[in-house]
Every structure is written in structure tokens, then in C-alpha cells.
């Protein structure tokens, strides 16, 4: 088939390389001419573990192709995906404004019957806004059709290509014939595809990230009534998860969600909510739970430090906001080091790809250490806040003769407790015993 993808942002990136990687036609359109060009001389723009090779493959086999006019990038294509960006506006709402510029574009520019999906997390009735945009110049037939991506960073080439199941929002049988036939490759194990209306498309979106969200706020107010109670949150996790109905996924306390999707989801979602008259009060407490469980960790280095932080210093473990990503977007890292300058303390971070993006934000605020264990040199305590393996069975006797105290602040548990106090660390956690 053949598929024109707007937008070369991740989702936009990863979507067009396995639907090329799966034997379509795949066409890439983006205004950013430099990342095009890159793009096009084969170089990869975003890091995802596995997209390269496919990347490279596809391109070099003429199935993957890059250009910035939108005009000739649609000309033979049977679907248009717009992977589009969707910031927040400052009220919390998603700014359309990307994808109707280019509705707006293809209205004018189309001359034959094309499905257009939109890949961006939108708020319901975006489909309808996107129809009638496109309508407003357009001669052909066309349809607008919801497909909400369930991609995670770090695993969303298996995602893509192996997906729990597949959303489509349209009540057009036309497109979805042509939908269902683009999938079926995708969902050969039976998982479902699963058609419904545009708008039950969008929210599901919505719902199923707002829910995650929820078990993660959920599990870190559980984890702080362990510390209250003298419970232990592992145990606690494994006894609720086993529980079918629960599952036992996403049901690990932290130092609170990041990332580009939950925080913005929840948030539109809510204000998606207000504007219907509606207060959802559960995704309000998830929220407030979430920013304050990103700085879980102060009170307890304030209170081991007597609250006098000016002029200790800190080595920080993990930056992205989960592993397998060089994504910091609200990180809980960047929150802590915000928190441990401003109370006069020094940072030394290290983390194995988010280095880049985080030198480009803090700039000098902080020092940077190519390699973990150098980042210990003279620090007075261990702060981890991403679960990258690398960092899951470290050389403890090194960590404990490099930093001045044997100390570590973890924001993830990574380690055993009791194996910790054997070890002769002062170690604490969330939701477990010091
Ligand atoms: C999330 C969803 O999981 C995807 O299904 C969705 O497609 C994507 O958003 C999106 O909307 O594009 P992602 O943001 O890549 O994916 O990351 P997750 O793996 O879901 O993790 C989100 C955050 O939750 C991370 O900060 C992670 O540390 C935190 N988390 C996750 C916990 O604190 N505890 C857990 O048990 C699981």
C-alpha cells in the first residue's frame, strides 16, 4: 500500500519505518528541511532501540523516503497518517493548530479518494474539526479516521509491530476496509482490531493513559502509607498485582511519571472534562500526587543532611524519565537536581544516552560525568532516579569507596533493603524500610 506519514517526530517515525519494514510504500513528509535532509542521507534523529536497523533497511530498499512537500508526499498515497505534534496550551488543552493547518493544506491539495488518519493523541471531536477543515476547499471524496497510537518509548518498534490491539475510530466501511487490510499484519497472534465511532477512538486514548496514570499515583500513595505503617510495598505490589483483575503491571512506586505523554494526557483530559462540566476529581488527585511524588526523596536527604544542604555535594544516577529513552521531557530528575541547587548543594549527573539533552537545558547547573562510577568522586550521597540496568548490580565496594559516606537515595528500588544493610550502605527507598 501506498502511506504518506506527515510529521517525523517519533510517532511519525517509528510509524512510517514499520509500515515500510511490513512492505508498503512509505513516504515521510515534515517542514523541517535540515531533518529531512538528515533523515533522507540516512541519518536516525530520534533514539530508539531497534528503529535504526529497520530504518537504514527500508531506506536503502527505496520503501522509505523523506521530502518537505506535502503536495507531491500525498499525491499517490492511499493513507495520510498525521502524526502531528499536540503541545499543551497554557489553560492544559491540546493546541490543534499543527494538525489543522495541514487538514487545512490537504483540502486544498488532494484530487482523489485518501483515508486520513489522525496518529496524534487528540481530544474528542478532533476528527469531526479535521473533516470539516479539510472540507471546507476539498472536491474529493475523502475519510477522517482516529487510530490512537499505544507506543512506549524504549519498546515501540515491538509495540508497533506487535500490538495488544489496534483502535480504529471511523464509520466509514470504505475506510475501514482499507484500515483493516493496513493492520491485518500486524494482529496475525488474534489480537484484536477493534472499530468503533471516531470519538470513543480519541477517548480511549485518553482513558487508557489517565488510568495507567492512576495506578501509578495509587501505588505511590500506597507506598507512602507503607513508610507510615511499617508495611513493605514490594510485598504489598505482589499481593495486589497477583490479582487478575488488577495485573501486576504498572503497579511499581516511584519518584512519580514523566515523560511527553502521561503528564500531558492526564492534564488534557481534566481540562477535556471542564470543558464538558465535568470535574473528574480521581485525575485531579492523580496529578497533585504525581508532583509532589517527584521530590518523594528531599525530605529524606533533608532530614539526613539536618536540613543543611549548602555545600554538600551529589552524584545523580539516571536522567530520562524512564530507561531506554534520551527523553527528559518532566523527568523527576530535573525536578530533584531544581531542588538540591536551590538549597545550595552541588550535582554531578550521569546517565547512558540523556546526557546530550540535559547539558542543552541546565547547561553548566550541573557537572557531567561520562562514566557512572566517576560521577561518585567526592560526593557526599548517592541519588538514583531512572532504572536503567546498568545501574541494577553495580560494584557496591567501589560505590562505597568512592562517595565520602556510604549513602544512597533511590528513587526506583532497585535494590534489596536487607542485602543494602548487609553491605553496610545507609540506603533508602520508596515504600520500604530504611
Ligand atoms: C505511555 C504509554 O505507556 C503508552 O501506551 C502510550 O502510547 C504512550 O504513553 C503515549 O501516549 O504515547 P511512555 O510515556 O513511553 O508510554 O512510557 P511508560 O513506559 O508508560 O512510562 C511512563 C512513566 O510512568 C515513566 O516515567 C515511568 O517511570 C512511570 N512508571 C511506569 C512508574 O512510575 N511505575 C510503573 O509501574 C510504570
Given at each position: 500500500m501506498k502511506i504518506t506519514v506527515v510529521g517525523t517526530g517519533y510517532v511519525g517515525l517509528v510509524t512510517g519505518t514499520c509500515f515500510a519494514e511490513t512492505g508498503n510504500d512509505v513516504t515521510c513528509v515534515d517542514i523541517d528541511a535540515a531533518k529531512v535532509s538528515k533523515l533522507s542521507g540516512g541519518q536516525i534523529t530520534i533514539y530508539e532501540p531497534g528503529l535504526e536497523k529497520l530504518f537504514e533497511r527500508n531506506l536503502k530498499e527505496n520503501r522509505l523516503q523523506f521530502t518537505t512537500d506535502l503536495a507531491a508526499g500525498v499525491k499517490d498515497a492511499e493513507v495520510i497518517f498525521l502524526a502531528l505534534p499536540t503541545p499543551p496550551g497554557e489553560d492544559g488543552s491540546a493546541d490543534l493548530s499543527y494538525i489543522l493547518k495541514v487538514a487545512e493544506q490537504l483540502g486544498n491539495i488532494i484530487t482523489d479518494y485518501k483515508v486520513i488518519v489522525d496518529k496524534s493523541t487528540v481530544p474528542v471531536g478532533t476528527a469531526e474539526k479535521v473533516q470539516a477543515t479539510i472540507a471546507k476547499n476539498c472536491k474529493c471524496e475523502f475519510d477522517v479516521v482516529s487510530n490512537p497510537e499505544f507506543l512506549r518509548e524504549g519498546v515501540a518498534v515491538d509495540d508497533f509491530m506487535k500490538p495488544d490491539r489496534v483502535v480504529i475510530g471511523t464509520r466509514s466501511e470504505r475506510a475501514r476496509k482499507v484500515m483493516g487490510d493496513l493492520f491485518g499484519p500486524f494482529v496475525r497472534q488474534g489480537n484484536p482490531i477493534l472499530f468503533m465511532d471516531e470519538k470513543s477512538a480519541e477517548l480511549t486514548k485518553y482513558a487508557a493513559n489517565s488510568f495507567l496514570a492512576t495506578k501509578i499515583s495509587f501505588m505511590n500513595e500506597i507506598a507512602i502509607l507503607c513508610e507510615k505503617l511499617g508495611a513493605d510495598v514490594d510485598m504489598v505490589r505482589r499481593g495486589v498485582g497477583s490479582d487478575d483483575r488488577i495485573?501486576?503491571?504498572?503497579l511499581f512506586p516511584g519518584i512519580g511519571y514523566g515523560g511527553s505523554c502521561f503528564p500531558k494526557d492526564v492534564q488534557a483530559l481534566v481540562k477535556s472534562s471542564e470543558d464538558a462540566d465535568y470535574d473528574f476529581r480521581i485525575l485531579n488527585a492523580v496529578m497533585d500526587v504525581n508532583e509532589k511524588q517527584k521530590l518523594f526523596l528531599l525530605p529524606k536527604i533533608n532530614a539526613f543532611f539536618n536540613n543543611d544542604l549548602k555545600g554538600k555535594h551529589f552524584a545523580l544516577w539516571g536522567l530520562a524519565f524512564k530507561p531506554n529513552t534520551d527523553d527528559i521531557r518532566e523527568a523527576p530528575a530535573l525536578y530533584i537536581i531544581d531542588a538540591l541547587v536551590a538549597a545550595g548543594a552541588t550535582v554531578t549527573v550521569h546517565d547512558p544516552e540523556a546526557m546530550e539533552n540535559v547539558k542543552r537545558l541546565l547547561g553548566d547547573k550541573v557537572s557531567y560525568a561520562s562514566h557512572q562510577y566517576d560521577c561518585l568522586n567526592d560526593a557526599d550521597a548517592l541519588v538514583i532516579a531512572t532504572e536503567w540496568s546498568v545501574f541494577r548490580t553495580p560494584d557496591f565496594e567501589k560505590i562505597k569507596a568512592t562517595l565520602k559516606n556510604p549513602l544512597i537515595f533511590d528513587g526506583r528500588n532497585l535494590f534489596d533493603v536487607a542485602r543494602m544493610q548487609e553491605l553496610g550502605f545507609h540506603y533508602e527507598s520508596v515504600g520500604r524500610a530504611a
Open positions: 495485573g501486576k503491571r504498572f
